[in-house]
């Protein structure tokens, strides 16, 4: 069983940045998918960013340009750095594992982290 466990969040200005961080334990993370989402009050969770055991990443569109997910199996943590920061940014952040089958991420995501609140005005 896998914990994951966010941090980073926080209060920022309009235009700023944040790197948000997920430390697991349980496993070693480096043969995993992982994936970044965030829920925003009365809306549905939305993956933003995501990244396989290779290293090969993707954002949805708010992050694209604007965000770059990183992992160091080493530390055994997932990072999510984001620039630009806006109001509609502010969420709920969570990070989230799952196992990889051949080059896909298996959906849904398997193990999730109890999230991170980000606060942009």
């Known amino acids: 069983h896998v914990q994951l466990v966010e941090s980073g969040g926080g209060s920022v200005q309009v235009g700023g940045s944040l790197r948000l961080s997920c430390v697991a334990s349980g496993d070693t993370i480096s043969r995993y998918c992982m994936g970044w989402f965030r829920q925003i009050p009365d809306k549905e969770r939305e993956g933003v960013a995501s990244i396989n055991s290779a290293g090969g990443s993707t954002y949805a569109q708010p992050l694209v340009g604007r965000g770059s997910v990183s992992r160091d199996n080493a530390k055994n943590t997932l990072y999510l750095q984001m620039s630009s920061l806006r109001p509609d940014d502010t969420a709920i952040y969570y990070c989230?594992?799952?196992?990889?089958?051949?080059?896909?991420?298996?959906?849904?995501?398997?193990?999730w982290g109890q999230g991170t609140q980000v606060t942009v005005s």
């Open positions: 989230a594992l799952t196992p990889m089958e051949g080059s896909t991420c298996v959906r849904p995501y398997k193990f």
